[in-house]
């Protein structure tokens, strides 16, 4: 290992996941005396909190569910001194061991300790850890992202273009490290498709009232 034994990367799993696990959405909707999780689709994340609360509490909410992604995962990188190095630059252990870390947030969102083991669907906490991985999916996440806000202003309807957004993640992971020429691609490429389907999967409700043509648009005024 560079920095890290494997007891303290198994710290920085358990850790980034505990972080992944606050409740942002549930917190800021508790200070306007709303429960977050009976108002609207009923969804902890930043688009029922825009939706309930308006379009402040609803940025700031997104901004702090991307950065309990990004911030335990880069910090987990930097430490053991593998952030911001080259794919394939240090061993494959550490690869997969930050990968873990990755994940951890994602799941710590979608299945929170704080919550009994409920939450939300992961979009935003999904881009943090992503970029937290600097500078393995930079690129592709941040292509993906501009994607998911093309689709957002065309539809308005932010659960379908979060769909889109993550059906696009693995292919743009695998294409931007391909032709980077990194021959450690397939880890990567293998967590950015785990997290895509956990986020399709949990868009399952959504995608069934797109097709009915129920799902609610959101409204850029409020």
């Not at 992944?20 to 508790?30: D, K, Q, R, T």
């Not at 450690?184 to 490429?189: E, Y």
Request: net charge positive.
């Amino acid at each position: 290992m560079v920095g890290m034994t494997l007891t303290l990367w198994f710290i920085a799993i358990i850790l980034a996941y505990i972080i992944g696990s606050i409740p942002f959405g549930v917190i800021l909707a508790s200070m306007k005396g709303v429960n977050i999780r009976e108002e609207g689709s009923k969804n902890i994340g930043a688009t029922n909190v825009w939706r309930v609360l308006g379009k402040q509490y609803g940025i700031t909410c997104f901004v702090l569910d991307v950065s309990k992604g990004a911030v335990p995962v880069y910090l987990a990188g930097n430490f053991a001194g593998i952030a911001g190095k080259t794919l394939g630059s240090y061993p494959e252990t550490e690869l997969w061991l930050w990968l873990g870390v990755a994940l951890a947030p994602c799941f710590g969102h979608m299945y929170s300790f704080f919550l009994k083991f409920q939450g939300g669907k992961g979009v935003a906490t999904t881009l943090g850890c992503m970029l937290g991985l600097y500078p393995l999916l930079t690129l592709p996440v941040l292509a993906v992202f501009l994607c998911w806000i093309f689709a957002l202003y065309v539809s308005k309807i932010v659960s379908g273009a979060s769909v889109i957004a993550a059906i696009l993640l693995p292919f743009a992971t695998y294409f931007h490290l391909e032709s980077a020429g990194l021959l450690q691609s397939w880890p990567v490429v293998s967590l950015s498709t785990l997290i895509a389907l956990f986020v399709v999967w949990k868009h399952r409700s959504n995608i069934s009232r797109i097709a009915k043509g129920t799902e609610p648009r959101i409204n850029p005024r409020r």
